[in-house]
């Protein structure tokens, strides 16, 4: 996760200072300095230090926060954590203007939103010899051939304003689809024939169908949690029945004249012939964030049509 908050402050431009320091802040790690951020501000016009936190099995207690404290450079200071705090070493923070903490959901809440809206992925196309780069941006990121990634229609932050949620923690996340691939064969009104092939999207949240763009794929991702719906797959006969009217197609007749108001009277159906299509699926992910409420709460926000569904 370290190797990702770099590659974020690199892919927009934000160079991170190196910061030597004269003591081991624990697994507290200093990942470098800068002058100013669009995600926090602070009363005193110092230098921010980002402070990354890695995993761990236990929060963090006021007594490591106390300790990070005698030895602190002086200015302002931003943690990212993948710990969170306990009561105690939150009281604590609260009570110092310099500190801002950014805890697990909010961290990767961060994260996520900043790989679903592609802030990340221009890095992953920059020519580099350097094996390490290469191998832990390999590491961070699916790059699955075999799965494609759909980017979000849904802007998180006025979704959450239009409705009051602006304090609601949320989590991003992948929900699984299929993406059908067809081939068969159109009918012309005349009985001609001709070869076609189809890209089908089958969504079990929305239980629908739809037609695929290339131009809607986000190229790189994070390895996001996967979450399935608890809908089932559509049935053959279901799935056949949606299919239809997606394939069959109108065309213009042939040696119409060219007046848009002919063309709408000599427009003629392309039938698919059902009896002739081959179909294979692959996984396909559409974006979306798992939104926790007070009172323990979730719900599942889909990145797509922006409709909220039950987190089961």
Not at 8 to 29: C, H, Q, V, W, Y
Not at 118 to 124: R, Y
Not at 174 to 192: A, D
């Amino acid at each position: 996760m370290e190797e990702t908050v770099r590659a974020l402050f690199a892919s927009r431009g934000d160079i991170l200072n190196s910061e030597e320091m004269n003591f081991t802040p624990f697994d507290f790690k200093c990942i470098g300095s800068i002058f100013a951020l669009p995600e926090v501000h602070f009363s005193e016009d110092y230098k921010i230090f980002v402070w990354y936190i890695p995993k761990g099995i236990l929060p963090i207690d006021v007594n490591e926060i106390e300790r990070w404290l005698v030895d602190a450079p002086q200015g302002n200071h931003w943690f990212l954590s993948e710990r969170n705090l306990t009561s105690q070493s939150e009281l604590l923070l609260s009570k110092l203007d310099n500190i801002q903490f950014w805890d697990s959901p909010l961290f990767s809440s961060w994260i996520g939103k900043a790989v679903l809206n592609g802030d990340i992925e221009s890095i992953l196309n920059t020519k580099t010899d350097d094996v390490t780069t290469q191998n832990y941006f390999k590491s961070i990121y699916n790059q699955d051939v075999e799965t494609i990634f759909l980017r979000p229609i849904v802007d998180l932050e006025s979704w959450l304003d239009n409705r009051g949620w602006a304090t609601v923690n949320t989590i991003p996340i992948v929900l699984e689809c299929k993406l059908w691939s067809i081939s068969g064969s159109l009918v012309g009104p005349s009985g001609e024939m001709e070869s076609k092939n189809w890209q089908i999207i089958e969504d079990p949240w929305s239980e629908s169908t739809g037609e695929f763009s290339n131009d809607e794929v986000l190229e790189s991702y994070l390895n996001l949690r996967k979450i399935k719906s608890s809908n089932s797959w559509l049935s053959n006969e279901k799935l056949f029945k949606n299919l239809k009217p997606l394939l069959d197609t109108r065309r213009i007749q042939k040696g119409s004249e060219s007046s848009s108001k002919v063309k709408s009277m000599l427009l003629e159906w392309w039938r698919a012939d059902l009896d002739t299509i081959s179909m294979s699926s692959s996984i396909l992910l559409i974006p979306g964030w798992n939104l926790q409420f007070e009172g323990g709460d979730e719900q599942i926000l889909h990145g797509r049509n922006g409709k909220l569904y039950d987190n089961k």
